[in-house]
């Protein structure tokens, strides 16, 4: 069976992070193009606000989880597929950003980051994958970050943790392949969504999270492995960090402005 995108008539669509930001908007484009979603937050709240506000073509469902709970989100999948049918397409996209600053670093922040980032992440594919490949279909995006491609200031625990996204992410897409599961990474750009609130840098191209949720969406629909977007940024980040550590590095010291000496 060779992996295929999936359509709405092949089960549910599952959204992490889907009480916010690219997470809520992606849920809403999914659910108008006949899809019944499932979002998944801790907020149960704002998930079930979401829901509720859903008019028009497909529907949006609320489940709220904590993905840092690997027993908790096994327990999800499985009410979620007894209640709503087989989940066809999950979409990996819980994430946090904390700041690290080198000169007062917090073990509590990189531990957090790796939890809801990595280890979160992992907990969904353990409740997914045996399932998607004994049904011999599927397809698991993962949400990762143009900041996987190489070193940005203050991000040592992020960058780290969406770096680490695409390597599980292209594991999985060779194995699961002969299952005919297609795996598939998702790395944005600056989208403007509530995580960016905290955010000091400089943010160019910033898209907002309905560009986010069509752009995703799009891809979705093609089997291609990454979905990148904007571009135009991502691309020319790609090509800074094609160059040698030495000049990308420095590169991305000057335009960040760390440049400047500390005080
Ligand atoms: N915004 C950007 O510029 C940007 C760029 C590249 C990649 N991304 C990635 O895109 C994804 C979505 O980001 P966003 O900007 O839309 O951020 P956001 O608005 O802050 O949304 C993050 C979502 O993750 C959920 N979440 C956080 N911790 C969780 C946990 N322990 N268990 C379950 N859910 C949890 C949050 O809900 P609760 O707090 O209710 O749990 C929320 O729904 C993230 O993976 C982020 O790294 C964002």
Avoid at 82 to 104: C, D, F, K, Q
Wanted: include cysteine.
């Amino acid at each position: 069976m060779t992996p295929r995108a999936m359509k709405p008539s092949d089960g549910v669509a599952w959204v992490t992070g889907g009480s916010s930001g690219i997470g809520a908007a992606l849920a809403k484009r999914l659910a108008g193009q006949g899809w019944t979603v499932v979002i998944s937050a801790r907020s149960a709240d704002k998930l079930e606000t979401i829901a509720a506000g859903h008019s028009g073509k497909g529907h949006i469902i609320a489940h709220a989880v904590d993905l840092t709970d690997a027993k908790g989100v096994e327990d999800a999948v499985k009410a979620i597929e007894a209640a709503h049918g087989p989940i066809g397409l999950a979409v990996l996209n819980a994430g946090i950003y904390l700041s690290i600053n080198a000169e007062n670093p917090s073990f509590e922040d990189y531990k957090k980051t790796f939890d809801v980032n990595l280890s979160g992440t992992a907990a969904c594919l353990c409740a997914l994958t045996p399932r998607m490949s004994a049904r011999r279909t599927g397809q698991i995006a993962i949400v990762s970050s143009a900041t996987s491609f190489g070193g940005m200031p203050t991000s040592s625990a992020y960058g780290a943790s969406k770096a680490a996204l695409v390597n599980m992410a292209a594991c999985l897409r060779i194995e699961l392949h002969r299952y005919g599961v297609l795996c598939q990474v998702i790395t944005p750009g600056f989208v403007e969504t509530p995580a960016q609130d905290d955010n000091a840098f400089p943010k160019p191209f910033m898209v907002s999270a309905e560009t986010a949720a069509k752009r995703i969406a799009s891809g979705l629909r093609s089997k291609r492995f990454e979905i990148t977007f904007p571009r135009r940024f991502t691309w020319a980040l790609k090509a800074i960090y094609a160059l040698p550590y030495g000049w990308s590095l420095g590169l991305v010291r000057k335009q960040t402005g760390w440049d400047k000496p500390a005080n």
